[in-house]
T-cell receptor, first 111, second 114 residues
Framework: GQQLNQSPQSMFIQEGEDVSMNCTSSSIFNTWLWYKQDPGEGPVLLIALYKAGELTSNGRLTAQFGITRKDSFLNISASIPSDVGIYFCAGLLWAGNMLTFGGGTRLMVKP | GAGVSQSPSNKVTEKGKDVELRCDPISGHTALYWYRQSLGQGLEFLIYFQGNSAPDKSGLPSDRFSAERTGGSVSTLTIQRTQQEDSAVYLC????????????FGQGTRLTVV
């Protein structure tokens, strides 16, 4: 089946720093999604990307759908303590197919 | 309700007992996923339902695990003869597919097998 490699697995950064994480796949996806999971909660959708090359922002978050359709990245600018959590990427080939999730990036922010 | 609802939120069971976990997806969502998440780990895919199609059960870890979805809505994940390694958070997600691919998660059921 399709595999998503998400990196880094974990990050420990200072408050105020920018963060970058990415997902790569050996095969193409037509949709990329980024989720954040707070401790003790289910993942919550942050950004959805539907077109190759698309760059989308949501506040301090920016995500891009790679032009090859095999990768995506998520940037967080000026991190704050509430950014702590696990970030997951997910890819979808076609509507009706199954979502494939990356292994997650655990973000820890030091005040 | 407006979101995906899972029950119970917490379940403690004795080793060897059977448990049933319930998921109420968002009304009208045709796709439903079950995932398992061990402490601090990623999402382990278990099973996927899409409309009236046969479910994708490829992620179920053993024949002690089964799931059904009645009437295309509520889903129940059953674990028989629970083992300590089954302890995890079980997450359900649904999406309005085809046409809308964004999946929405419930809060999860934390299962502890003692």
């Amino acid at each position: 089946g399709q595999q998503l490699n998400q990196s880094p697995q974990s990050m420990f950064i200072q408050e105020g720093e920018d963060v970058s994480m990415n997902c790569t796949s050996s095969s193409i996806f037509n949709t990329w999604l980024w989720y954040k999971q707070d401790p003790g909660e289910g993942p919550v959708l942050l950004i959805a990307l539907y077109k190759a090359g698309e760059l989308t922002s949501n506040g301090r978050l920016t995500a891009q759908f790679g032009i090859t359709r095999k990768d995506s990245f998520l940037n967080i600018s000026a991190s704050i303590p509430s950014d702590v959590g696990i970030y997951f990427c997910a890819g979808l080939l076609w509507a009706g197919n199954m979502l494939t999730f990356g292994g997650g990036t655990r973000l820890m922010v030091k005040p | 309700g407006a979101g995906v609802s899972q029950s119970p939120s917490n379940k403690v069971t004795e080793k060897g007992k059977d448990v049933e976990l319930r998921c109420d997806p968002i009304s009208g969502h045709t796709a439903l996923y079950w995932y398992r998440q061990s402490l601090g780990q990623g999402l382990e895919f278990l099973i996927y339902f899409q409309g009236n199609s046969a479910p994708d059960k490829s992620g179920l870890p053993s024949d002690r695990f089964s799931a059904e979805r009645t009437g295309g809505s509520v889903s129940t994940l059953t674990i028989q003869r629970t083992q300590q390694e089954d302890s995890a958070v079980y997450l359900c997600a649904s999406s309005l597919a085809p046409g809308n691919t964004e999946a929405f998660f419930g809060q999860g059921t934390r299962l502890t097998v003692v």
